[in-house]
Each structure stands twice: as C-alpha cells, then as structure tokens.
C-alpha cells in the first residue's frame, strides 16, 4: 500500500511540477483497494476583490459531532454575491479576469443547519439542475468566512472518509 501511494504522489509531483507532493496520504490505501483514479488541475487566479491578510481572525469552526476548533477566517465588510435557498446559502466569489476576458468564479454551498451538510450534498447530487441553472444572486455584506489551505482541506476529507460522524462544518 505505501508503494502505491508513493508511486501515486510521485505521478502528482511530476505532473504538477512540484506543486502538489502528496495527492494519497498513506493511510488512505489499504488491502481492500483495488483502482485509484487520480487527476490534477491548477487554477492560477486572483480573487477580483482579495480579503486582505490582515482581515484573518480566528473563529470557531464547528464539526458536525457538536466540538470546534479555531481556524482563520477571512473577513470582510465588502459585499459578496450571495443566494438564498431553500436550506442553504451559495456564495459566490469572482476571479479577476484574464488576458482572454473569461470570468471565472467560485461557488460555495452553505447549508443552514449546522448538521444539514450530508442532506445538502444528497440534495446537489439528486437534483442536477441546481448546478446547471445560473443562480439569482444579491450583493450583500459578508462578515467572515474560513480561509482556504490545501492542506487542511485534505485532511478534513480524509477525516470524513475514515470517521464519517466526524465531517467539518462551518458555522
């Protein structure tokens, strides 16, 4: 298993030149795998209106079996372009725009419920066109959100993979 995963790391690191070393912890392969599909992507972007660093707090960040942990969060008094659903936020975040005019921006899903993540994620997975459909958005103001890192964007997945009662949520 730790051959695999270093061969697989190793396939990453090449790709990405450098960029990404570890794309499978070691503890994630195990005698019951069979097949790992595995790809990689870089986006290179500049939010259109950056948080500054020293915008970054640290809040709670709560986890679905009722604990929290302080991590940073972003915050600002621009405002964001958010939506409003039916259980559930989406705030989108726009890139600058490059050298070919194309407008990249990212989305994010925010359940109401501290414990609606796994129905949100079964409701976005069901129900397509929620994905496909342009989402009505208002400029409204955001007061803070977590900061993204890589790394412990992974390490929470594999949390979520390996404790399923234990998936992050953002309060």
């Not at 795998?33 to 970054?56: Q, V």
């Not at 039916?86 to 705030?91: A, H, Q, S, T």
């Not at 208002?138 to 993204?148: G, M, N, Q, S, V």
């Not at 390490?155 to 309060?171: F, G, S």
């Amino acid at each position: 298993a730790i051959e695999v995963t270093k061969e697989v790391n190793l396939w990453a690191h090449k790709k990405t030149n450098g960029l990404i070393k570890e794309l499978v912890p070691p503890q994630s392969v195990d005698s019951l795998t069979r097949l790992i599909f595995a790809n990689a992507l870089h986006f290179k972007g500049s939010w259109d209106e950056p948080f500054p660093d020293w915008c970054t707090e640290n809040y709670d960040f709560h986890l679905l079996n009722g604990s929290s942990v302080k991590v940073p969060f972003m915050t600002t008094n621009l405002e964001q372009f958010i939506g409003v659903f039916d259980g559930f936020k989406v705030l989108c975040l726009p890139y600058e725009q490059g050298e070919d005019k194309r407008q990249f921006s990212m989305y994010i899903f925010l359940p109401n419920a501290k414990d609606g993540l796994s129905d949100l994620v079964e409701k976005v997975a069901s129900e397509y066109e929620l994905i496909e459909n342009n989402f009505p958005l208002t400029e409204i103001e955001l007061d803070a959100l977590p900061r993204p890192h890589p790394f412990r964007n992974r390490k929470v997945k594999y949390i979520e993979k390996t404790q399923p009662n234990h998936r992050a949520y953002p309060d």
